[in-house]
């Protein structure tokens, strides 16, 4: 059983661009959540994921979007990039059934860059 | 609205001390209580967690009990090991109405090194 995956490690961008990270849930799970950590900071909810359908959404602004894929992989995708983007994101999946009772698990994280 | 507040790192100990770190919440109803550890250069990992007061949650000799009456889940270890080294995070599930969706409100998170 493989865990969840998320790519790239690493991504520096520039101010305006656009970019979109990736995620790989892991194997039985249909939920992926997305949070961003600012360093020095605790993870902060961006939105959830549940059947390729938006389940869910914290204080993020509509720049930050997301998709999920049949196979329940995920993308989170941030355009005109700011400074302030720069943070790891996590990426985290749960398993079937009732999403806000199943323990998520987390990936390792991208690290962006906005420079 | 839903919150968790940590105690600020960092936090410096030496092998086989006693640890403490606190944390309280701040939320409507009884939520489920976490603490994730976080290595250098890793993701979030569950430590222990607790979903009812007076719960107990162990993992590893980590031990956190969740305290509705002071709105505590403090988390502790007798004898810290070098390998503990990590930012430990506590973390509540928040709603599963108003957009969260069940989703984890975490701490700052406490920096702990563990020196030989």
């Known amino acids: 059983e493989t865990g969840v995956t998320q790519s790239p490690t690493h991504l520096i961008k520039t101010r305006g661009q656009q970019v979109t990270l990736r995620c790989s849930s892991q194997?039985?799970?249909?939920?992926v959540s997305w949070y961003q950590q600012a360093l020095g900071q605790g993870p902060q909810f961006i939105f959830q994921?549940?059947?390729?359908?938006?389940?869910g959404r914290g204080n993020f602004p509509p720049r930050f979007s997301g998709l999920q894929f049949p196979n329940y992989s995920s993308e989170l995708n941030v355009n005109a990039l700011e400074l302030d983007d720069s943070a790891l994101y996590l990426c985290?999946?749960?398993?079937?059934?009732?999403?806000?009772?199943?323990?998520?698990?987390f990936g390792p994280g991208t690290r962006l860059t906005v420079l | 609205g839903n919150s968790v507040t940590q105690m600020e790192g960092p936090v410096t100990l030496s092998e086989e001390a006693f640890l403490t770190i606190n944390c309280t919440y701040t939320a409507t109803g009884y939520p489920s209580l976490f603490w994730y550890v976080q290595y250098p250069g890793e993701g979030l990992q569950l430590l222990l967690k607790a979903t009812k007061a007076d719960d107990k949650g162990s993992n590893k000799g980590f031990e956190a009990t969740y305290r509705k009456e002071t709105t505590s889940f403090h988390l502790e270890k007798g004898s810290v090991q070098v390998s503990d080294s990590a930012v430990y995070f506590c973390a509540l599930r928040g709603p599963l109405y108003g957009g969260s969706q069940g989703n984890l409100i975490f701490g700052k998170g406490t920096k702990l090194s563990v020196k030989p």
């Open positions: 994921y549940y059947r390729e359908e938006e389940n």
């Open positions: 985290a999946s749960s398993g079937a059934g009732t999403s806000g009772h199943n323990e998520q698990f």
């Open positions: 194997s039985g799970h249909n939920t």
